[in-house]
């Protein structure tokens, strides 16, 4: 079965500050990818998907991107943090028309 | 974009009794999931649902895709304190590999 990685757990960054959030998956080739961003342990909004290699769907305009550099790595950035993007950040892959798993979650503090 | 209804939004129950938790979508779907999550943690898959029609258990958990193809609800038989938490439904409209997710259900388990 597959397995999501993402990291770090925990992080806490000053407002104006660059991020990176990396996720991975073992156990699949050629997963759809997606990040979503929670806030208040409700709903989760997605932010971006990807179905292959470069190929991202942004789906709320806002102060992140999205990269899919290598089949199963998907990164979560931002060039300057503002403190609406604090939250609790997932990763989820899956393979087409099958279930989707997700991280355990990266919750991000921006101070 | 689109969108999942989620109802209820919360139930408190005693321990014992069943629960019941349903979702619409104004489209048609073909993947309908159900998550639980924990406290900061990532939503565990529960059930995947594939074709209308169909119904699925897990334990004491049975979901149902609707043969609408725009509904789906999970039930949660013989309720115990460990089944809090908040249960999502996802699900991916035809042709998209998007997974949109309702707002969730927040069960509060009484012993």
């Known amino acids: 079965s597959q397995t999501i990685h993402q990291w770090p757990a925990t992080l806490v960054q000053p407002v104006g500050s660059p991020l990176s959030l990396e996720c991975t998956v073992e156990g699949t080739s050629n997963p759809n990818l997606y990040w979503y961003r929670q806030a208040a342990g409700r709903g989760l909004q997605l932010l971006f998907y990807?179905?292959?290699?470069?190929?991202i769907s942004s789906e709320v305009p806002q102060n992140l991107s999205a990269s899919r550099p290598q089949d199963r790595q998907f990164i979560l950035s931002s060039k300057k943090l503002l403190l609406s993007d604090s939250g609790f950040y997932l990763c989820a892959g899956g393979t087409a028309g099958n279930t989707i798993y997700f991280g355990e979650g990266s919750w991000l503090t921006v101070v | 974009g689109q969108q999942l209804n989620q109802s209820p939004q919360s139930m408190f129950i005693q321990e014992g009794e069943d629960v019941s938790m349903n979702c619409t979508s104004s489209?048609?779907?073909?993947?309908w999931l159900w998550y639980k999550q924990d406290p900061g943690e990532g939503p565990v898959l529960l059930i995947a649902l594939y074709k209308a029609g169909e119904l699925t258990s897990n334990g004491r958990l049975t979901a149902q895709f609707g043969i609408t193809r725009k509904d789906s609800f999970l039930n949660i038989s013989a309720s115990i304190p460990s089944d809090v938490g908040i249960y999502f439904c996802a699900g991916k409209g035809v042709g998209s590999e998007k997974l949109v997710f309702g707002k969730g259900t927040k069960l509060t388990v009484n012993p």
């Open positions: 489209s048609i779907f073909n993947t």
């Open positions: 990807s179905v292959g290699i470069g190929q």
